[in-house]
Nanobody
Framework: QVQLVESGGGLVQAGGSLRLSCAAS????????MGWFRQPPGKEREFVAA????????YYAGSVKGRFTISRDNVKNTVYLQMNSLKPEDTAVYYC????????????????WGQGTQVTVSS
């Protein structure tokens, strides 16, 4: 089992940047594929990005490709989401998630979730 704690959210102006972090407990972090999802106000949770156990494979939602970068540090047991050129439509609660299987765009494939961190982008 793994516990996930997100941090780094906040209020930023459009065009700005934020870096989210997700710290995982335990010694087996490298066994988990990791994903970032977000839930905008009044909408369903949606996929943002995912990274494989080794970090060699990454996936991005089309809406964030070229602006966001997912990375991981298996020594620090942390996954990151660097968000640049933020837009008001990026406003959401951002969640990190871990899967014991192959990384996926579907939140159903993830076994463990953090509590979320709020990102608000003002226009």
């Amino acid at each position: 089992q793994v516990q996930l704690v997100e941090s780094g959210g906040g209020l930023v102006q459009a065009g700005g940047s934020l870096r989210l972090s997700c710290a995982a407990s335990g010694r087996t972090f490298s066994r988990y594929g990791m994903g970032w999802f977000r839930q905008p106000p009044g909408k369903e949770r949606e996929f943002v990005a995912a990274i494989s156990r080794s970090g060699g494979t990454t996936y991005y939602a089309g809406s964030v490709k070229g602006r966001f970068t997912i990375s991981r540090d298996n020594v620090k047991n942390t996954v990151y989401l660097q968000m640049n050129s933020l837009k008001p439509e990026d406003t959401a609660v951002y969640y990190c998630a871990a899967t014991t299987g192959i990384i996926s765009y579907s939140y159903h494939e993830y076994d463990y979730w953090g509590q979320g961190t709020q990102v608000t982008v003002s226009s």
